[in-house]
């Protein structure tokens, strides 16, 4: 209990300085990376809980859909072919991807395959662990790229819109 009370205050703690110091998705990309050290630092083995698995989808649902505009879709109807285009060629390169990094790593492939594939962390970590593939490695490689992802796509996108 004592380490994941260290956990959740390192998380607040994260949340508040990534947001203070302007990181880019400040509350999330602080309190992730913080509460990331925390957890290494303590080994804590924390539970997640299948209440909070639900409601934390439930609420990035809400952020999704309170977010979209569809009718953007009617407006731009030509973007669909090339979005679906653009996520075929995205998944046959995760493919690859995948079989490289089982190959040189001695990951198993399905393993490989979720740790490579193009999603969201809540939705792929899900995934993985229904498929029965091993989540905390693959959960490894999409927390590193979201982090990163996070942080260098809004420094890119003011860079090349200048």
């Given at each position: 209990?004592?380490?994941q009370?260290i956990?959740?205050a390192?998380?607040?703690?994260g949340?508040w300085?990534g947001?203070?110091?302007k990181?880019?998705?400040?509350?999330?990309?602080?309190?992730?990376?913080?509460?990331?050290?925390?957890?290494?630092?303590?080994?804590?083995?924390?539970?997640?809980?299948?209440?909070?698995s639900?409601?934390?989808?439930?609420l990035v649902a809400?952020?999704?859909?309170?977010?979209?505009?569809?009718?953007s879709?009617?407006?731009?109807?030509?973007?669909?072919?090339?979005?679906?285009?653009?996520?075929?060629v995205?998944?046959?390169?995760?493919?690859?991807?995948?079989?490289?990094?089982?190959r040189?790593?001695?990951?198993?492939?399905?393993?490989?395959?979720?740790?490579?594939?193009?999603?969201?962390?809540?939705?792929?970590?899900?995934?993985?662990?229904?498929?029965g593939a091993?989540?905390?490695v693959?959960?490894?490689?999409h927390?590193?790229?979201?982090?990163?992802?996070?942080?260098?796509t809004?420094?890119?996108a003011?860079?090349?819109t200048?």
């Amino acid at each position: 209990m004592r380490d994941q009370g260290i956990v959740v205050a390192a998380i607040l703690l994260g949340a508040w300085a990534g947001h203070h110091f302007k990181l880019p998705s400040g509350i999330l990309t602080g309190g992730m990376i913080a509460g990331l050290v925390a957890k290494g630092v303590v080994l804590a083995d924390i539970p997640s809980g299948n209440l909070l698995s639900t409601i934390s989808q439930l609420l990035v649902a809400y952020v999704v859909v309170s977010n979209s505009d569809v009718a953007s879709i009617r407006r731009h109807p030509e973007a669909v072919p090339v979005a679906v285009g653009y996520i075929l060629v995205l998944i046959v390169f995760c493919m690859i991807a995948a079989w490289g990094i089982s190959r040189w790593f001695d990951l198993d492939l399905q393993t490989a395959i979720y740790a490579t594939a193009p999603g969201g962390l809540a939705g792929m970590a899900l995934s993985a662990t229904d498929a029965g593939a091993e989540t905390p490695v693959s959960m490894m490689f999409h927390l590193l790229r979201l982090t990163i992802i996070l942080i260098v796509t809004p420094y890119l996108a003011a860079f090349f819109t200048r």
